[in-house]
């Protein structure tokens, strides 16, 4: 079992910058896949960012592309999720995720691909 719990949600104004925290537990952190989605309301889950076990790959959706920047600290087990020039289509609940099954043909862009989720943050941006 691994359990998620994110933090540095908050709210501020468009233009401005909010970094994400995730921490977690388990003995084996730095084999893991790690994501954020958010969650705005009224609307579906989606995809912001994934970083692999080693941290050498990236991905993210393209509306936050050049803006947020995904990393991760295995020594500390957890992940970030930084985020510039904010905007008010960013405001959402916003999730870390982990899958501890390394596996090369997921993209690690659905829900369906991870196994553990945390209880969300709060990301109010205003305008």
């Known amino acids: 079992q691994v359990q998620l719990v994110e933090s540095g949600g908050g709210l501020v104004q468009a233009g401005g910058s909010l970094r994400l925290s995730c921490a977690a537990s388990?003995?084996?952190?730095?084999?893991?896949?790690m994501g954020w989605f958010r969650q705005a309301r009224g609307k579906e889950r989606e995809f912001v960012a994934t970083?692999?076990?080693?941290?050498?790959?990236?991905s993210y959706v393209d509306s936050v592309k050049d803006r947020f920047t995904i990393s991760r600290d295995n020594a500390k087990n957890t992940v970030y999720l930084q985020m510039n020039s904010l905007k008010p289509e960013d405001t959402a609940v916003y999730y870390c995720?982990?899958?501890?099954?390394?596996?090369?043909?997921?993209?690690?862009?659905?829900?369906?691909?991870?196994?553990?989720w945390g209880q969300g943050t709060q990301v109010t941006v205003s305008s």
């Open positions: 995720t982990a899958d501890t099954k390394v596996d090369y043909s997921r993209s690690y862009t659905f829900r369906g691909e991870y196994e553990y």
């Open positions: 388990g003995r084996t952190f730095s084999s893991y896949t």
């Open positions: 970083i692999s076990w080693s941290g050498g790959s990236t």
